[in-house]
């Protein structure tokens, strides 16, 4: 293999050889084609340490399975099918090994969550839309923990939400959490938020929950409150751990302007959610699949476009283009 590691390598090259070696460096298409190659990842079905991308690779973090029993908030807004598969398991028959891994031609049946089944393709464009909002989160939590909004021991990112959770005297960590299903992590909780002084209270100190958000320019010139799903996805939350408000920080990617929304949890949309999680339980506890008329087969067609269980759902078109 030729190897050119200096200028003067490089320049004793015919010009033809050094224009050809630039055409074919193809950074972009590399990139592109590594992005595409995540989608073909075999699922986590174990915990397993990996390199911590917030350190360098200095330290480690573990990666556990998605559980497929839990209600995700930010998933809630979508087709109330979808949420009741990644709810539910399936009975599965798997071929019976002897100890050197041969067929002995037995079956057994094991219980699998809905959720190894779902297939889901992202575009390069799209990843990494995705992957500047993980890295927009990074900075945020970053400055939360450098004191940005008060002592740092009072802020808490990637607050972890598990309905499982619980106190040595064997009660709920999260009641609500435990109660509506609720799992996922929440960007930051701050407890407690200090304010110095409010008109004709004093000083106030309130447990809030910080949600970052990404936008571009023409979504962030029409931003006069929080996103309807971004709303349902925080409120969620909110129920989960009891804190009664949320502040939404937008971020405009194409010139770093700042709106912050603080929200407090609104009756009407609790009920909303509560309603929704109950049919979604009824569903997954009684067996029963939703009735289309309740999926977004029939209330948002184009949602099914591109949904990880399309295959397994097929649901009916009725004469709409999906």
């Known amino acids: 293999m030729l190897e050119i590691r200096t200028i003067a390598d490089f320049r004793r090259l015919p010009e033809v050889h050094r224009m050809a070696i630039l055409k074919e460096i193809k950074t972009k298409i590399r ?26 690779g200095a330290g480690k973090i573990t990666l556990t ?11 809630l807004h979508k087709c109330i099918k979808k949420i009741w598969l990644d709810c539910s398991t399936v009975l599965v028959d798997y071929p019976m090994v002897d100890a050197k891994g041969n067929p002995t031609g037995e ?57 499982d959770d619980k106190h040595a005297d064997g009660t709920s960590v999260h009641p609500m959490a435990e109660a509506l299903w609720i799992k996922g ?13 409010v008109p004709g209270l004093g000083p106030v100190a309130i447990r809030v929950i910080h949600e970052y958000k990404t936008i571009n320019s023409n979504g962030y010139g029409r931003l006069t409150r929080p996103k309807a799903d971004h709303k349902w996805q925080a409120t969620v939350y909110a129920i ?55 999926t977004a087969s029939t209330e948002n067609p184009y ?17 709409k283009v999906r």
């Open 65 to 75: 399975p998605r559980d497929g029993r839990d209600i995700h908030p930010s998933q």
């Open 31 to 56: 990139l592109e084609d590594w992005l595409r190659s995540l989608n073909n990842k075999n699922k986590i079905t174990k915990p397993i340490d990996v390199r911590c991308r917030n350190c360098g």
């Open 185 to 197: 992590a929440i960007d930051a909780v701050i407890d407690p938020y200090i304010i110095d002084e």
């Open 107 to 163: 079956v057994e049946q094991r219980e699998v969550s809905w959720t190894e089944f779902a297939e889901g393709y992202i575009e390069p464009r799209l990843r990494i839309i995705f992957d500047i909002g993980h890295g927009v989160h990074d900075m945020f939590q970053g400055y939360g923990y450098r004191g940005a909004w008060g002592p740092s021991k009072n802020y808490q990112a990637e607050y972890k939400v598990n309905p």
């Open 303 to 319: 949602e099914c476009q591109s949904c990880e269980y399309m295959k397994i759902c097929n649901p009916p078109t009725n004469g």
């Open 240 to 294: 989960a751990i009891d804190a009664p408000v949320t502040v939404f920080i937008y971020l405009n990617k194409d010139n770093s302007q700042m709106a912050d929304f603080p929200v407090p949890v609104e009756p009407g949309m609790v009920s909303e959610i509560e309603k929704k999680i109950s049919k979604i339980q009824y569903y997954v506890e009684s067996g029963q699949c939703p009735p289309w008329e309740e």
